[in-house]
């Protein structure tokens, strides 16, 4: 899967496109290869495609509420099971994307925006709440069977 994740160099956010690859028949999206990203409108706007977003919207506030950790992880330790404090990540923008493939094909795909609203504006994301944004992402992918 050729997940894409850009972290903004001068705001506290980062970007992530999953280029839709395989059919996905439960979402009625089996021709995803088009000649031209016109011809992937008509699949964004397609019941399948804005299911697939709810789905995905679904699990993306799961993974944002509760993050992926590794078991022996440092930061299981420090675990706030009061849900006091407020969630570190915003996710401000899912959205359908045009995604340019090889040999001149387009597909179609997720665009997701991820902000850390308590962050310093006009600062880059520290690495580890960009480690973090990459095991979301590989989370996502995994449980909507996109690879």
Partial sequence: ???RIIADEHQPCATIEIPLEK????????QLDQPTPRDVDSILVSQGFRDLVDDARGVLMDLLEYPPVEPDAPENAKLDFTHSAP??????????AICPGNDEVYRPGLWIV????????KTALPAATQERIHDI???LVKRLQLE
């Fill in 1 to 3: 899967m050729s997940t």
């Fill in 23 to 30: 059919p996905l028949p439960d979402y009625d999206l089996e």
């Fill in 87 to 96: 969630p570190p990540l915003e996710l401000t923008q899912l959205t359908g």
């Fill in 114 to 121: 991820l902000t850390d609203p308590h962050a310093k504006a």
């Fill in 137 to 139: 992402a590989d989370e």
